[in-house]
């Protein structure tokens, strides 16, 4: 093998290397440097530089593939162009939206944390609003009062708890009796299974006389299955209802234990609370709404942006093209340092790679990450 395939060959394996490390200025140059390997065997397989007439008439066959050879290169070439290109201004494009996102985003929650400091400042009595009378400084200790007024009705609670769990009890001492009965009952059905296997075997030696008791004896070790299968279940049934009951139990014996000590004060405090409240939030609502505003241009935002992120899957698409590529000129090298193969076979096999290769370019790729232009191949 000559110079000029090695060095054919070493600037395709140098693409290859390239596209892993995403060097893309490296197998760019690499692409170059194979097309101009190609043109040289190609000059250097011809006695000259180009076919006369007589030539193209005595030998059609190896002008056509040559001229196959050089549009296959060149549309691969381009085609590796188009897409390193495309790639570059996907990124930018990308970036300068992320950007400009990014900083909309920023200057929003500012203002987004100076509306939430005046509804603080209203709610706490701070700053300009500190000589409000009504703010969660003054309205907490009443609330701590009012709540108080409800221990009666947990403590109630509290002992109705009690009283249902000694119910409970109850129940799962019943259920502990329940699974002593099923107990008896395998026991029962374990003595009338074996009984019934004395019994085939009794007729067994007896032969022909015992046929019908053997019989029998059969019919009554598949009830005995039966009646054990029925007894697994209804003892599992049964544990899953002790399990639920204990739970219950526990849950019960938790509101029992709630300690409530300390007295209430009047309903009339709770609707004087509520009233204070309310005109608390009507001064409030206007900062509210504006924060909900605000709110909602941050989301915007952050959804543009999510929508910048859709870049990657644009390169990626464009990296497999070319990847694709590069995958033909391989193919081409190959079919170019094989001597066996004729010339006729070496024009249809090129044809066929063109043909792939153009309708690999019929697929539209995106170049951009506007809404509503993603396609994925």
């Known amino acids: 093998m000559n110079r000029e395939w090695l060095f054919l060959l070493g600037s395709c394996a140098m693409v290859v290397a390239n596209m892993v490390f995403d060097q893309v200025w490296l197998w760019s140059l690499s692409a170059v440097i194979i097309i101009g390997s190609a043109f040289m065997l190609l000059k250097r397989n011809r006695p000259t530089d180009t076919l006369t007439m007589a030539e193209a008439t005595t030998n059609p066959a190896q002008m056509s593939y040559r001229y196959s050879i050089q549009k296959l290169l060149l549309s691969l070439t381009e085609s590796i162009d188009?897409?390193?290109?495309?790639?570059?201004?996907?990124?930018?494009?990308?970036?300068?939206k992320l950007n400009a996102s990014f900083a909309t985003l920023v200057t929003q929650v500012k203002q987004q944390q100076l509306e939430l400091q005046l509804v603080i400042d209203k709610l706490l009595g701070q700053g300009e609003f500190a000589s409000g009378e009504v703010n969660l400084n003054k309205v907490a200790p009443l609330t701590s009062d009012t709540v108080s007024q409800f221990v009666l009705l947990f403590e109630e609670i509290s002992e109705k708890s009690q009283a249902s769990v000694r119910?409970?009890?109850?129940?799962?001492?019943?259920?502990?009796?329940?699974?002593?009965?099923?107990?008896?009952?395998?026991?029962?059905?374990?003595?009338t299974n074996l009984l019934a296997l004395n019994a085939s075997i009794e007729a067994a030696r007896a032969g022909d006389a015992g046929r019908g008791f053997a019989v029998?004896?059969?019919?009554?070790?598949?009830?005995?299955?039966?009646?054990?299968?029925?007894?697994?279940?209804?003892?599992?049934r049964v544990h899953r209802s002790q399990s639920s009951i204990h739970s219950v139990k526990e849950t019960l014996d938790s509101m029992a234990a709630l300690d409530i000590e300390d007295a209430v004060a009047s309903r009339q405090k709770i609707d004087d609370l509520l009233a204070r409240l309310s005109t608390l939030?009507?001064?409030?609502?206007?900062?509210?709404?504006q924060i909900t505003g605000d709110s909602q241009g941050v989301e915007n935002e952050v959804k543009h942006a999510i929508m910048c992120m859709q870049f990657?899957?644009?390169?990626?698409?464009?990296?497999?093209?070319?990847?694709?590529?590069?995958?033909?000129?391989?193919?081409?090298?190959?079919?170019?340092?094989?001597?066996?193969?004729?010339?006729?076979?070496?024009?249809?096999?090129?044809?066929?790679?063109?043909?792939q290769h153009q309708q690999v370019n019929l697929r539209a790729t995106q170049a951009s990450v506007d809404e509503g232009e993603v396609e994925l191949f």
């Open 82 to 96: 188009c897409s390193l290109k495309a790639q570059q201004q996907t990124l930018a494009d990308a970036a300068d």
């Open 167 to 191: 119910v409970i009890a109850t129940m799962s001492e019943q259920m502990d009796s329940v699974f002593e009965m099923i107990t008896g009952v395998k026991k029962i059905s374990d003595q």
């Open 216 to 236: 029998v004896a059969e019919a009554v070790k598949g009830l005995s299955q039966e009646t054990n299968t029925l007894n697994d279940e209804m003892q599992q």
């Open 281 to 289: 939030n009507g001064q409030l609502g206007e900062q509210l709404h």
């Open 312 to 355: 990657s899957d644009i390169v990626y698409q464009q990296n497999e093209q070319a990847q694709e590529s590069l995958a033909k000129m391989n193919q081409l090298t190959d079919l170019l340092v094989d001597d066996a193969i004729s010339e006729p076979q070496m024009e249809t096999a090129i044809l066929a790679l063109l043909e």
